[in-house]
């Protein structure tokens, strides 16, 4: 069965660092998510992406923040200068109809 | 935006018993409301959902409610299995647009 694939798994960066985060989603699917969790916490929207171009942001999803699909294939989670509490696990997802989100298995993000 | 709210926050039960979680969300104009499953150190992996326009979906020992009147949905487990522990997290949206989770039941079956 297709899956989501993430790299890294795991991230560690010192605050400050740039960190890129992968994912490719499954090949036919049109939209893409990120989403985090904080340890024990809920899932929480970042940002959705369809047609190349965001088509939904949270209220987390700030400046420091961006996406991209480089190629046919990647979608990229940018946090340009991390803070502490962007230690999370950050999950991309992908869809093909805008419902049933299959997630990637995370990159746990470590900001020391 | 849309804030669902779910509870309990956890629930214990006997093998063999069911399980109930319920969840209310505010927007009258969400329309798609997925249940997850995430395991310990897992993905999130949908195992039912449910469109506004139908009452109830089964899957069998899986099923969901919505009362669009209410502006509320459950997720029951029936014949509950150890394998069943886990957290579960429902969720509602417009098509996915800016999809707001519940802050999750965890689900422990004790066999």
């Known amino acids: 069965e297709p899956e989501v694939t993430q790299t890294p798994s795991h991230q560690v960066t010192q605050m400050g660092q740039e960190v890129i985060l992968r994912c490719v989603p499954i090949?036919?699917?049109?939209?893409f998510y990120w989403y985090r969790q904080i340890l024990g916490q809920k899932v929480e929207f970042l940002v959705s992406f369809y047609n190349n171009e965001i088509s939904e942001k949270s209220e987390i999803f700030d400046d420091q923040f961006s996406v991209e699909r480089p190629d046919g294939s990647n979608f990229t989670l940018k946090i340009r200068s991390t803070k502490l509490e962007d230690s999370a696990m950050y999950f991309c997802?992908?869809?093909?109809?805008?419902?049933?989100?299959?997630f990637g298995s995370g990159t746990q993000l470590s900001v020391l | 935006g849309e804030n669902v709210e779910q509870h309990p926050s956890t629930l214990s039960v006997q093998e063999g018993d069911s399980a109930v979680i319920k969840c209310t969300y505010s927007?009258?104009?969400?329309?798609?409301f997925p249940w997850y499953k995430q395991e310990l150190g897992k993905r999130p992996q949908l195992i039912i959902d449910?469109?506004?326009?139908?009452g109830e979906k089964k899957d069998q020992r899986i099923a969901v409610t919505l009362n669009k009147t209410a502006k509320h949905f459950s997720l029951h487990i029936t014949e509950t299995q150890p394998e069943d522990s886990a957290v579960y997290f429902c969720?509602?949206?417009?098509?996915?647009?800016?999809?707001?989770f519940g802050a999750g039941t965890r689900l422990t079956v004790k066999p």
């Open positions: 090949s036919n699917h049109l939209y």
């Open positions: 449910i469109r506004s326009n139908v």
């Open positions: 927007d009258s104009a969400s329309n798609y």
């Open positions: 997802a992908s869809s093909e109809q805008k419902e049933k989100l299959f």
């Open positions: 969720a509602a949206s417009i098509y996915n647009n800016d999809m707001r």
